[in-house]
């Protein structure tokens, strides 16, 4: 999949990301047949993030940048990112990213529960006020609506939610972070997805739909969202591995990928443990 087209006026459509301060080497594309799912009786397909897949785009039209306001496939890497990044693909300081993360990933000591909905406002995952909020419990459902607002001066708020029923919970919603840096927030207005903002590319994750505001929505709204996911009706279409499809068989301690010895092919082929090289003898389909 190289691209992702945004259905607003807008057009800030996501193509595989470039290379950044984190990982040089530009990111893959998402496998486009990996996660079909159902939503109203249709047959749809989510993007199915492996460590190495990443989607970006720096010259966006109409995203919130500076002080302006915003709006169990995981693991504990960074980072499974969607919303507004620096521009450059680089580290660039604290509040220069205003994005959603999703994961077991803990910055700030103690977390409770998880996967977890958190701020990613670069230079660390915000589960609440200034990092650490052992009341963002985490949600663990099948299917789960993420919000994260920042009215990029003083508050933000991060809510969950069962994407299948039921309403929002807010994990908080308070003040924002009091490190130099944070307040006010310095977005640049990049959109990035499935990658944290110099594209750290070792997460993985499933993403379905998203809208970025540029505005402060209210609760009412957001609770208007959530039952409008709710009456969609995601349910799963099938069961995983998706016959035919390649995958990347990653380590989730270390990031790299199972490989073939010298892209051997005969019986008794040794497998290891490697760094990602984007080719053939890394990829690997798994029998349904």
């Known amino acids: ?20 301060g984190a990982n040089p080497t530009a990111d893959q594309g998402a496998n486009a047949a990996a996660l079909p799912v159902t939503a109203g009786g249709h047959k749809v397909y989510g993007v199915y993030i492996s460590a190495g897949n990443g989607y970006r785009n720096n010259a966006t039209n109409g995203v919130a940048t500076g002080s302006q306001p915003e709006g169990t496939h995981v693991n504990n890497r960074c980072c499974f990112d969607y919303g507004n990044a620096e521009t450059n693909n680089m580290d660039t300081g604290n509040g220069d990213m205003d994005a959603i993360y999703f994961g077991t990933l803990c910055w700030f000591s103690p977390c409770a529960g998880g996967p977890r909905v958190a701020a990613d406002l670069e230079n660390g995952l915000f589960a609440g006020g200034n990092g650490s909020s052992t009341a963002n419990t985490g949600r663990s459902s099948a299917f789960v609506t993420a919000m994260l607002k920042n009215n990029g001066t003083s508050t933000y708020a991060i809510k969950d939610g069962n994407a299948q029923s039921g309403s929002l919970a807010t994990r908080y919603n308070g003040a924002l972070p009091t490190q130099a840096g944070y307040d006010p927030m310095t977005k640049q207005g990049a959109i990035i997805l499935g990658i944290g903002g110099d594209n750290s590319n070792g997460s993985v994750g499933s993403f379905f739909e998203g809208v970025m505001t540029s505005g402060y929505p209210s609760d009412a709204t957001e609770n208007a969202v959530q039952a409008n ?60």
């Open 1 to 20: 999949m190289v691209r992702i087209y945004d259905q607003t006026s807008r057009h800030n459509d996501l193509t595989i990301a470039p290379g950044g």
């Open 229 to 288: 996911v709710v009456s969609v009706g995601y349910s799963k279409s099938v069961t995983f591995p998706v016959n035919g499809a390649t995958y990347r068989l990653t380590n989730l301690t270390s990031g790299k990928v199972l490989d073939a010895v010298n892209c051997g092919t005969a019986n008794g082929t040794p497998a290891r443990l490697w760094m990602w090289l984007n080719n053939t003898c890394q990829l690997w389909s798994i029998a349904p």
